[in-house]
């Protein structure tokens, strides 16, 4: 008689217990947004690869004129869209190494990306100009960023002269100002680049 009643608690506490293991597995949703390791290892990859990009360019000399691409007259970049901007790399952007070297990249991959450049203004306060701007990232997005430094001998993209000349020309404007008037140092710049899968 003891020997069954053992039996029937171990039935009932088994029950109980898959019972509860079911109730827990029913209460937790599984989506194709969940954190898993497989994504953490895309969100990995793609931070190498956008690190990557801009170690690149940096080496090949493509970086520093992607920040010079701009329309000292028009106070914008060349060629941009509406706000100033470039909407994504396969725009007049392309012409520069970098956009073109992001295009190939991330372009066909259904990868989003947004490029900025931040740097200290004159009055020294921290500025941000927008290169590429593909839209808000998700919650996935990695970054990457590198620091460029620009003399006042650097050509910009318009064909106005230099940086220096830029700076001397009354109807001339570049999107920040030269942070070392008496010398040839221009300004240091972080470019800066969120990538993120659409």
Sequence with gaps: MR?????????????ILLSGVLFALQATAVTPLTASTSNQHIENQQAAVAEG?????????????????????GQRFVDSGEGGVYENARSPFTDTGLGATLNRTF???????????????????QGRTRIVYMGS???????????????????????????????????????VGDADPDGPLYGVMEVRIVVWRI
């Design 107 to 125: 372009g066909d991959e259904r990868v989003a990306f947004n490029v900025e450049v931040r740097y200290r203004t004159t009055a020294g306060g």
């Design 53 to 73: 990009t801009l170690a690149a360019a940096e080496a090949n000399g493509t970086l520093a004129p992607a920040l010079l691409y701009w329309n000292t007259s």
């Design 3 to 15: 020997a069954q009643a053992h039996t029937l608690e171990g039935f009932a506490a088994a029950i």
């Design 137 to 175: 990232p998700s919650d996935n997005a990695v970054a990457a960023s590198r620091t460029v430094v620009l003399f006042d001998d650097d050509p910009v993209g318009d064909g106005a002269g230099t940086l220096a000349d830029v700076a001397a020309a009354p109807d001339r404007e570049f999107y």
